[in-house]
């Protein structure tokens, strides 16, 4: 017979333990293991006074930024309401189920204050890294660098023109946050002294994002979020934000790689990167300043067009500091003696070899070689060494393992987006994009030791 359920009289005691009620082998439950706390207290001593009302946890609010960004809520209001309702996240946060959740405008006040005068989320970051190292799954041996466009919190609508922008007009007593923060990387070798270069249109918003077509689409506002990861399980070692133009994204990569050196004493024997990573200056960095590898495509235009040798076919002698063409005439310096002394590389970092002009018009390849000068000229690089050196190395079996390897950052950055959902700003300003990149790069390590470590019973093959 089918009857009405029976409405029962609601109990006077109950027992109920969140514990109980956590799946063994809940992601959730892999995390908390290597989340370790216990500094964020110590860290924030200074920035609390001691009267006055009682403060929100510090702790209980990084529990529930890193559970934000680990499940991709981006929204903190929203992350409010999934902590109110969810009993895992209950779990994780440290929360009974008679505890309060902090109201979302909590964490905007201790993120534009506490957390970020202490640089407490950098600390948060490498604390997890150093768990990564101890738990023997970051090598130091091979290390890749890129970087990834994410999209700025603003738009063209609200932009100037970079022939009506002036930086100087503005009055920081009246200006957003965002824009305080553009005026103090003015002179930053990551944002604003990156290039001279102006920006075809600056945003009123945020001012330090990048106007960008980079990916040969529709233009937009960016920040370029860079990784530096270890290749052996794709542990993100360092991460940097910067605007979004190739010498900002190599000086951010040498920040990465002097900080790992600094902060946990990896000293990578090779890095592995793209060709925006190619250029002289930046291979001789890694060469001559730190002996690492470069398993980078050289950035070379010294190939011709127009069929005439390239600097390929003319051989270089260290000893004689001299090239020698096909037909087996030398390139020099000087052709006479200096007596006074000259700075042996230019202002651009290169040093010119030339032919003799009566050499070049007696010889019967001057129509391959020089057709339209009168005798054959060489630039060098101050770091050629540097540059033979990755084209030694591109010809090698270990250089394309490596390539395969690097797909392993690109990998990070496609679940950076897709998974984790970062594919648009919500924060302003460098210091927001920085706190984001920050926080992103901390679930991924967290995620992946999870994943590398689980606890649990294994879920069966569906």
């Not at 902590?83 to 909590?106: G, I, K, M, Q």
């Not at 950098?122 to 990834?148: M, Q, T």
């Not at 591109?394 to 990998?411: D, N």
């Amino acid at each position: 017979m089918m009857g009405s359920r029976q409405q029962a009289q609601g109990a006077f005691f109950y027992e109920f333990r969140l514990e109980d009620h956590v799946p063994a082998d809940h992601l959730l439950r892999s995390i908390d293991r290597f989340v370790d706390l216990s500094l964020v207290r110590a860290h924030l001593t200074a920035f609390y006074s001691s009267i006055g009302r009682p403060s929100v946890d510090p702790e209980l609010m990084i529990r529930m930024l890193l559970l934000g960004y680990i499940h991709g809520i981006r929204s903190e209001r929203r992350l409010c309401e999934e902590v109110h309702l969810n009993l895992a996240y209950r779990w994780f946060c440290r929360l009974d189920l008679t505890d309060r959740v902090p109201d979302h405008s909590t964490f905007s006040k201790n993120r534009h204050g506490r957390f970020r005068d202490s640089d407490l989320l950098r600390r948060l970051f490498e604390a997890v890294v150093a768990r990564c190292i101890r738990e023997g799954v970051v090598g130091g041996e091979r290390f890749a660098v890129d970087a990834s466009l994410i999209q700025a919190d603003a738009n063209k609508q609200n932009s100037t023109a970079k022939e009506d922008w002036n930086a100087g007009a503005i009055d920081p007593a009246a200006a957003p946050r965002a824009v305080r923060e553009y005026l103090d990387t003015l002179d930053d070798a990551a944002f604003g002294a990156a290039t001279a270069v102006a920006p075809k249109f600056t945003s009123h918003s945020d001012p330090a994002s990048q106007w960008t077509a980079a990916r040969h689409g529709p233009a937009f506002f960016a920040y370029s979020n860079n990784y530096l990861i270890d290749t052996d399980h794709g542990i993100i070692v360092d991460v940097e934000a910067s605007r979004s133009i190739r010498t900002a994204e190599t000086g951010a990569a040498q920040t990465m790689i002097d900080r790992a050196m600094d902060r946990f004493g990896l000293y990578p024997e090779r890095l592995i990167a793209d060709t925006a990573y190619g250029s002289g200056p930046v291979l001789g960095w890694l060469v001559e300043e730190h002996g690492i590898e470069p398993h980078v495509p050289v950035i070379d235009k010294s190939d011709r067009a127009d069929g005439t040798f390239s600097v390929r076919e003319f051989a270089y002698d260290h000893e004689t500091d001299a090239y020698t063409c096909p037909a087996g005439q030398k390139l020099k310096p000087y052709w006479r003696d200096i007596s006074q002394s000259r700075p042996e590389f230019g202002k651009d970092g290169f040093k010119r070899y030339f032919a003799r002009q009566q050499d070049c018009s007696a010889c019967p390849m001057k129509a391959q070689c020089t057709p339209n000068q009168p005798a054959r000229k060489i630039a060098r690089s101050e770091h050629e060494g540097a540059r033979d050196m990755a084209r030694d190395i591109a010809k090698t079996e270990e250089y394309g393992v490596s390539r395969r390897l690097r797909k392993k950052v690109e990998m990070l950055f496609a679940h950076l987006k897709r998974i984790l959902g970062l594919g648009r700003l919500r924060l302003r300003g460098p210091c927001g994009a920085r706190d984001e990149f920050l926080l992103a790069a901390t679930a991924q390590n967290l995620r992946k030791l999870a994943k590398l470590f689980p606890v649990g019973p294994k879920s069966k093959p569906a």
